[in-house]
Nanobody, 123 residues
Framework: VQLEESGGGLVQAGGSLRLSCATS????????MTWFRQAPGKYREFVSG????????RYADSVKGRFTISRDNAKNTVYLQMNSLKPEDTAVYYC?????????????????WGKGTPVTVSS
């Protein structure tokens, strides 16, 4: 199973970025897709997840109201629209998939991971 993230980069505080995570049709047909992030010197943390069948979503408190997760079934792709970015959003963002019927918020609940895409928000 391959998960490929893209869309990271350098942006000023208050700006926006859209991350993409492309995968196979089989992976996209079930379970959940989730975004995690890992800032320098910190543990990887849950950001947002989406149940692929229903479209139900969940967000970490730190990104609620600023980030939006969505999916494009035709493209087997999940997106993370990030608005009003803050310097504390700086991290490597990872896409992960799970066959769980819920949205795991911990690393152990995920089955496959992408390699990550870096996001840097300057102040």
């Amino acid at each position: 199973v391959q998960l490929e993230e893209s869309g990271g980069g350098l942006v000023q505080a208050g700006g926006s970025l859209r991350l993409s995570c492309a995968t196979s049709r089989l992976t996209f047909s079930r379970g959940t897709m989730t975004w995690f992030r890992q800032a320098p010197g910190k543990y990887r943390e849950f950001v947002s997840g989406i149940i692929l069948s229903s479209g139900s979503t969940r967000y970490a408190d730190s990104v609620k109201g600023r980030f939006t997760i969505s999916r494009d079934n035709a493209k087997n792709t999940v997106y993370l629209q990030m608005n009003s970015l803050k310097p504390e959003d700086t991290a490597v963002y990872y896409c992960a998939s799970s066959t769980s019927t819920g949205i795991p918020e911990y690393e152990g609940g995920m089955d496959y991971w992408g390699k990550g895409t870096p996001v840097t928000v300057s102040s």
